[in-house]
């Protein structure tokens, strides 16, 4: 066999891998904050009338950071560490705004899981306007066919909380695993229907991928037949001002489900909007848009039901100053800190050496 031929049998191999989960597994490998362009998607439309940010003349940029007893300059700390965008945002005002690595301010980068907080905005929307009555809901009132695999005790605060007692292989290594088959697989609804649990609901905490996702049908049911990418336009990316278009993946390009566990891909700024509106209690400029309670139980510690203490309602809480955060996979972050009125934004092209919480923690303390 020639080269040439060599070559084109593995091309068609390729191919034939690439029609398949596994075989897109092996193809584009681990996630990138760039894999917004390698599925489908519905898109989010820009805002006619954007808000934006005050900015200090004269950037307060940390001159030097001292980690591990070592004094680093802090643009340099943040490219070694793989970052590509870095906002602060104090009083509506921007401290402090860099990007690294050949990105730029209108640089869109994949939200992997900061995405499950947004979702979890949606469901408070939901429960707002009468579409689903109470996050106390069974999960099998908007997705019968999960009654069959005993799924008649685990609510919809349970997913929220990450307590349902899913049964799901989180791994990202294993091309064979659930989380391969939601990310690259191509039929969401047919994934979560065949889910299983295995254990009592409302026992223990395990994050799971699978149970946002499980959410996201559920909501999707409950819009009756409004797209979630509809619903977060009206709900969010109008109201909110958001200054770029953006889109939220899908399984499949024709009556795609929007994968509600990862996969809105925004700027920095418009991520930061939406730590505003939280910092905001879901006030935007003197308009109640989302009720208070719902900010409020979503960011505080509730250890029922077997919730874990750092973590409520699609929301990782970060310690006894009430801050708080979004978060995904390879150190995509939206922090906010209520009583210095912060935000922070760290988006990445993996998370480096460094804990990024203790960052923040610290810059917290310095502004």
């Given at each position: ?5 060599k070559?084109?049998f593995l091309?068609?191999?390729m191919?034939s ?10 193809v584009?490998n ?7 362009k390698?599925f489908?998607?519905r898109?989010l439309t ?5 808000f934006?940010?005050?900015k ?7 001159k030097?950071f001292?980690?591990?007893g070592?004094?680093v300059?802090f643009?340099d ?10 906002l ?5 005002t921007i401290?402090?705004?860099?990007y690294?690595n050949k990105?730029?301010?209108e640089s869109i980068?994949?939200?992997?899981s900061m ?10 929307f939901?429960?707002?306007?009468g ?7 069974l999960?099998?009132k908007?997705?019968p ?13 349970l997913l929220?909380q990450m ?6 292989n989180?791994?990202?290594y ?6 391969a088959?939601?990310y690259?697989?191509?039929?969401l609804?047919?994934q979560?229907?065949?889910a299983?649990l ?17 959410l996201?049908l ?5 819009l009756?037949g409004?797209?979630i ?5 009206e709900?969010?990316?109008t109201?909110l001002?958001?200054e770029?278009?953006?889109?939220w993946?899908?399984?499949?390009k ?11 891909n ?6 930061a909007?939406?730590?505003r ?11 109640q848009?989302l ?5 409020e ?17 699609a929301?990782?809480l970060?310690?006894?100053e ?10 995509q972050y ?5 009583e210095?009125?912060?935000i ?5 092209k993996n998370?480096?050496?460094t804990?990024?919480t203790?960052?923040f923690?610290?810059l917290?303390?310095?502004y």
């Open positions: 066999m020639t080269v040439k031929l070559w084109l091309f068609a191999i191919i891998l690439s029609a398949c989960t596994v075989g897109r597994f092996f584009y681990f996630a990138d904050i760039t894999d917004y390698k489908p998607s898109t820009k805002s006619d009338q954007a934006q940010f005050k200090r003349a004269e950037l307060r940029k940390p030097s001292k980690i591990n070592e004094v300059d643009d700390y943040l490219e070694k560490n793989k970052t590509v965008a870095f602060i945002i104090k009083n509506d401290q402090y705004e860099q690294y990105y730029e301010e980068v994949a939200s992997f995405a499950k907080s947004v979702t979890s905005m949606l469901i408070g939901a429960i707002q306007d579409l689903i009555d109470s996050e106390e809901d999960v099998t908007y997705i066919e999960l009654k069959e695999n005993g799924w008649d005790k685990v609510t919809l605060k929220l307590t349902s007692a899913m049964k799901f989180e791994s990202y294993n091309p064979f695993g659930h989380a088959s939601y690259y697989g191509r039929n609804r047919k979560v229907a065949k299983k295995e254990g009592e609901p409302g026992n223990y905490f395990n994050y799971q991928s699978g149970q946002t996702q499980v996201g559920a909501l999707e049911r409950g009756n409004k797209r990418t509809t619903y977060l336009q709900k969010l990316w109201p001002g958001m770029y278009d953006a889109s993946s899908l399984d499949r024709k009556n795609g489900l929007e994968k509600t566990f990862c996969c809105l925004a700027r920095a700024q418009d991520f909007k939406l730590g509106f939280y910092l905001n209690k879901g006030n935007w400029e003197g308009e848009l009720n208070e309670e719902w900010i139980q979503s960011t505080k510690r509730d250890t029922t039901d077997g919730s874990a203490e750092n973590y409520q309602y929301w990782w970060k310690g006894s009430g801050d708080y955060a979004a978060e995904g996979i390879l150190g939206i922090y906010v800190h209520p210095k009125n912060l922070m934004v760290r988006l990445g998370y480096g050496n804990s990024w203790s960052i923690k610290a917290a303390k310095a």
